[in-house]
Nanobody
Framework: HVQLVESGGDLVQPGGSLRLSCAASGDTASVACIGWFRQAPGKEREGVAAIDSDGSTSYADSVKGRFTISQDNAKNTLYLQMNSLKPDDTAMYYC??????????????????WGQGTQVTVS
């Protein structure tokens, strides 16, 4: 089992930047794919970005060119650098992990271990 703790959410103006972090602990060796997801009030949870154990990445079309996912294996920490933020990016952001390989696009369905989220508000 893997424990995930997100941090870095904040209130930011449109056009601004934020970096989210996700600290992983526990059985991190079992993780094959880890990613970021978000859920706005009244909307379904959607995939934002994911990174596979081989370093390959995938992004939702809505964030391509603005967000970058990365990881520091030595620190067991996942990051999401978010630039050119828009009001539509406002949501609770979650980190999630799975022992399955990443899909071609980040999709919540294969992830079975989730953090509690960090709030991002763009206004």
């Amino acid at each position: 089992h893997v424990q995930l703790v997100e941090s870095g959410g904040d209130l930011v103006q449109p056009g601004g930047s934020l970096r989210l972090s996700c600290a992983a602990s526990g059985d991190t060796a079992s993780v094959a794919c880890i990613g970021w997801f978000r859920q706005a009030p009244g909307k379904e949870r959607e995939g934002v970005a994911a990174i596979d154990s081989d370093g390959s990445t995938s992004y939702a079309d809505s964030v391509k060119g603005r967000f970058t996912i990365s990881q520091d294996n030595a620190k067991n920490t996942l990051y999401l650098q978010m630039n050119s933020l828009k009001p539509d990016d406002t949501a609770m952001y979650y980190c999630a992990a799975t022992s399955r390989k990443c899909l071609s696009a980040p999709s919540p369905g294969i992830y079975n271990q989730w953090g509690q989220g960090t709030q991002v508000t763009v206004s």
